[in-house]
């Protein structure tokens, strides 16, 4: 049962241009997501996070998207550049230690 | 200068060995884990310590026995390897509530 998905698994976006990734949910008690990016040969980076209590939270480039009735949340890189290019794994947890990640999207800026 | 580290890097044995990985952190975080990604590039979780307690144990074969000597370090051993345990095992730590920061990774291949 994968209560946190990425259905796009690769995406591809000019540089300069927005990317959009995206992830839904199903489990409602999830109150706090995160943002990952992963180089191969590496460990997943956090990127950005974003609380139940809010619908927004921005850094930089990278915004995050929550939209609760939907159980959907995504990630907006403005402008995308090339070393963006790394698989982005967004991940869910419900006040506990256990945090679970869907299965990422691989994302590539092409230059 | 290295937040989460992990040894070795690759492993590469027989099936039926018994084989270990280390992890340390140097984030002062109380909790650890260790995250399993499989050839589909899922990434479970499978245990999580919290000041040396157990909090987490997904269902892992019980071959998988992790230990936290404190709260600094979790390692993970391995009885009777099977082919099926060939994977990418991540180690992890966090505060409560707050990002995971993942070490590089430690590819397991069983022959």
């Known amino acids: 049962d994968q209560q946190v998905k990425q259905n796009s698994p690769s995406l591809s976006v000019q540089e300069g241009r927005i990317s959009i990734l995206n992830c839904d949910y199903t489990?409602?008690?999830?109150?706090?997501f995160l943002w990952y990016k992963k180089y191969p040969a590496e460990g997943p980076t956090f990127l950005i996070s974003i609380s139940s209590i809010k619908d927004k939270n921005e850094d930089g480039r990278f915004t995050v998207f929550l939209n609760k009735s939907a159980k959907h949340l995504s990630l907006h890189i403005v402008p995308s550049q090339p070393g963006d290019s790394a698989v982005y794994f967004c991940a869910a947890s419900s006040g506990t230690y256990k945090y679970i990640f869907g299965t990422g999207t691989r994302l590539k800026v092409l230059a | 200068d290295t937040a989460v580290s992990q040894t070795p890097k690759y492993l590469v044995t027989q099936m039926g060995n018994d084989k270990s990985i280390k992890c340390e952190q140097n984030?002062?975080?109380?909790?650890m884990y260790w995250y399993k990604q499989d050839s589909k590039k899922f990434l479970k979780i499978m245990f999580s310590y919290n000041n040396k307690e157990l909090i987490i144990n997904e269902t892992v074969p019980n071959r998988f026995s992790p230990k936290s000597p404190d709260k600094a370090h979790l390692n993970l051993h391995i009885n009777s390897l099977e082919l099926g345990d060939s994977a990418v095992y991540f180690c992890?730590?966090?505060?409560?509530?707050?990002?995971?920061?993942f070490g590089n990774g430690t590819r397991l291949t069983v022959t």
């Open positions: 992890a730590s966090s505060l409560y509530n707050s990002p995971l920061h």
């Open positions: 984030l002062g975080h109380d909790t």
């Open positions: 489990n409602s008690m999830f109150d706090y």
